[in-house]
T-cell receptor, first 113, second 112 residues
């Protein structure tokens, strides 16, 4: 199994540009999570899906952030327009059921200049 | 609401010494507990989990944790650490809602 696959690994963009982060969860995992990690705020849950349906998006910072999961094997997190304060490492994670731990991807390091 | 508290933000220890990373949780419903490790520039990796049954659970890399219901604790231990154990460690609890609550992390630094 290739694990949770995130792309790109690194993204540098200018303020105001649209950024799209991608995630391929492990096949058969029903839960998908998007997290953001910074030194100041630690690990923050942005949104999670169960069977492709968004369950809790209360962690999404503002309307500039949106996430979709069109099918069981793909999810995107979009930021439009991006701002320097969005700079962080964004992780995607998946799990088969709620009694299992998460498998995390390697993350996307986003830098907005 | 479920919360997870890691009592130490940083733990320095010498190589081959024992270590304990402390975690307390609060929950009014059934809960599953986990420890994760994060090495620099990597994602979190599951170390071990407690679902039910034996209160002592063993994980990868020689780590173990003990679930203590009366003290609402789930401390992580290793009898002898290596330089390669230097990393950040996260305790997490997962309730019936499906999502986990993570602690703030403990940075373990193993010195030669």
């Amino acid at each position: 199994d290739a694990g949770v696959i995130q792309s790109p690994r690194h993204e540098v963009t200018e303020m105001g540009q649209e950024v799209t982060l991608r995630c391929k969860p492990i096949s058969g995992h029903d839960y998908l999570f998007w997290y953001r990690q910074t030194m100041m705020r630690g690990l923050e849950l942005l949104i999670y899906f169960n069977n492709n349906v968004p369950i809790d998006d209360s962690g999404m910072p503002e309307d500039r952030f949106s996430a979709k999961m069109p099918n069981a094997s793909f999810s995107t997190l979009k930021i439009q327009p991006s701002e320097p304060r969005d700079s962080a490492v964004y992780f995607c994670a998946s799990s088969p059921t709620r009694t299992y731990g998460y498998t995390f991807g390697s993350g996307t390091r986003l830098t907005v200049v | 609401a479920q919360s997870v508290t890691q009592l130490d933000s940083q733990v320095p220890v010498f190589e081959e010494a024992p270590v304990e990373l402390r975690c307390n949780y609060s929950s009014s419903v059934s809960v599953y507990l986990f420890w994760y490790v994060q090495y620099p520039n990597q994602g979190l990796q599951l170390l071990l989990k407690y679902l039910s049954g034996s209160t002592l659970v063993k994980g990868i890399n020689g780590f173990e944790a003990e679930f203590n219901k009366s003290q609402t604790s789930f401390h992580l231990r290793k009898p002898s650490v290596h330089i390669s154990d230097t990393a950040e460690y996260f305790c997490a609890g997962r309730g019936n809602a499906g999502k986990s609550t993570f602690g703030d992390g403990t940075t373990l630094t193993v010195k030669p």
